[in-house]
Antibody, heavy 120, light 114 residues
């Protein structure tokens, strides 16, 4: 049974940084991060390939987000800097699956979510 | 950016009755390899999203047969043949056809039970 376990909820002030972790069981796969603001839909942030650490970060988050992995523990991290009030959201990690050509395409298992609250 | 438009945004269904959700994309989701990158997720209340359908019509492991996906190009549909109480939640379509990726989701469709 694949499980992704995320770190605890966080409360931050504007301008601070937050680092969320996601530990996965099972074989190595890519990790993606998706966030959901209160009462809103899903927003893709980016993903990371564990084998070489390559990332694809959504344009909106480039320059503010860093995604990393720790191969020894099977853990992925997402750091978001210079937090604003509109960054308040539940942040999900998800395991990435490839298509038949080996390109990352979709998410099959998700973590439980980490609520990040940004207050001014 | 590819815009995904779902209709309806909400629906109320009697248990045992069918339900259908439409998802339209602003560009074709068919790639150079002949694969179509359209996915469906269900987010039950208080839970993370869960994968229902991948590549238009393939049910993910453990997904009941009452869920089916169809469509091509820019028009897609998720159908539930007989709705059950456990099907309540928000349904999202998602596309990932572009390389490098620019993944987008539909706005979500809320299913409730009458």
């Amino acid at each position: 049974q694949v499980q992704l376990v995320q770190s605890a909820d966080e409360v931050k002030t504007s301008g601070a940084s937050v680092k969320v972790s996601c530990k996965a069981s099972g074989a190595k796969h890519g990790f993606s991060w998706v966030r959901q603001a209160p009462g809103q839909g899903l927003e893709w942030m980016g993903w990371i390939t564990p084998y070489n650490g390559n990332t694809n970060i959504a344009k909106k988050f480039q320059g503010r987000v860093t995604m990393t992995t720790e191969a020894s523990t099977g853990t992925a991290y997402m750091e978001l800097r210079n937090l604003r009030s509109d960054d308040t959201a539940v942040y999900y990690c998800a395991r990435v699956r490839e298509d038949s050509s080996g390109y990352y395409r979709y998410f099959d298992y998700w973590g439980q979510g980490t609520l990040v609250t940004v207050s001014s | 950016e590819i815009v995904m438009t779902q209709t309806p945004l909400s629906l109320s269904v009697t248990p045992g009755q069918p339900a259908s959700i439409s998802c339209k994309s602003s560009q074709s989701l068919l790639d150079y390899n002949g694969e179509t990158h359209l996915y469906w997720y269900l987010q039950k209340p208080g839970q993370p999203p869960q994968l229902l359908i991948y590549e238009v019509s393939n049910r993910f492991s453990g997904v009941p047969e009452r869920f089916s996906g169809s469509g091509s190009g820019t028009d897609f549909t998720l159908k539930i043949s007989r709705v059950e109480a456990e099907d309540v939640g928000l349904y999202y379509c998602m596309q990932n056809v572009e390389l490098p990726p620019r993944i987008t989701f539909g706005q979500g469709t809320r299913l409730e039970i009458k």
